[in-house]
């Protein structure tokens, strides 16, 4: 936990406040934004900590009828984010993950300049076998003219544009990161005080990692160069130490730890998948504009991912997302495939 001289503990409320003070020109709507996510990722969070109760008590409830109300923890997270996040009169829409068209605000609330991208709970398919789950967040600046409802135009904007972006991971604690473009920083959740308080100040990567995170069930269905990049990661072409293999399937967690310890994460394009499996604008933007911020890097295979140009709100991207070196080894021996 880290103190001021004072020996206050730096709330993430306080943090977001002194973020902004340094630039006068700022409105606090983005302030505002990032609190009212940390406000949701706590509900997700108590969720998530009961999600074994949850589910035992949905399957009693199944028997009697109650079941049929029951909701997956998922559909859960997306209501909480959406819900707290329409009203504040900062955003002019959003879109999720789980949902195929953008999420208007209500009429009877106000539309400011924000749009808000996000994964309610990534990995959810863990969720039953008790392995860590993850929010990940974007906000874009509208760039469509007027005060009413943003559009998809609003939402499809390259990563560089982001002006904030994070996640959440629920893990053996809760954690929420993010950056505004200024260092990427790490608050965690102190369940006694149901308050984030600033743990990981200026998150730095290491400049070369040591883990390396990929499903390689899909070896057979990879291309020749994205073959020999997974040897040359193994130390088996002789030209580098192996890295250890990490993979829990879970994008936040894969990412967080590689973030903290160095490493990279790879889902590239496949026979089956010529685009990967991750979302561009949910998944692969946010954690690409934090892993730049803490000194590392991502791209997907051509170029730097926050680049491209998104054409589709649920497109789908390959990712190689971490240390600066590996990166930079992965866009070296993939160019053979351009
Ligand atoms: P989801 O958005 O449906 O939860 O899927 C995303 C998850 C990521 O958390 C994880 O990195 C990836 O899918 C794992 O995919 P695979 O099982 O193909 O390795
Ligand atoms: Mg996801």
Known sequence: ??????????????????????FPEATGELSGI????????????SKVRRAGLIDILGAAGSENVQGEHQQKLDVIANLIITKAM???????????????????IPPQFRCGKYVLLFDPLD?????????PVGTIFSVLRR???????????????????????????????????YTTGHGAHGFTLDPSIGEFLLSHPHIRTPERGKYLSVNDSYERYWSEPVRALM??????????????????????????RNLLGGGIFVYPANSKNPNGKLRLLYECNPLAFIQEQAGGACSDGRQRLMDVVPTELHQRSPLFLGSKADVETAAAMLQAER
């Open 1 to 22: 936990m880290i103190f001021h001289s004072d020996t206050s503990i730096v709330t993430i409320d306080r943090f977001i406040i002194e973020q902004e003070a340094k």
């Open 34 to 45: 990032l609190y009212d996510l940390a406000v949701a990722a706590k509900m997700i969070s």
């Open 86 to 104: 329409d009203h504040g009169g900062r955003l002019c829409a959003m879109a999720s993950e789980e949902e195929e068209g953008i999420i208007a």
């Open 123 to 131: 990995g959810s398919s863990n969720i039953d076998v008790n392995v």
């Open 143 to 177: 760039i469509t003219p007027g005060t009413g409802n943003g559009t998809v135009e609003d939402m499809l904007q390259p990563g560089f544009t982001q002006v904030a972006a994070g996640y959440v991971i629920y893990g053996s604690s809760t954690m929420m990161v």
């Open 231 to 256: 040897r040359r990661y193994r130390g088996l072409d002789s030209q580098r130490e192996p890295m250890n293999v990490r993979y829990v399937g879970s994008l936040v967690a894969d990412f967080h």
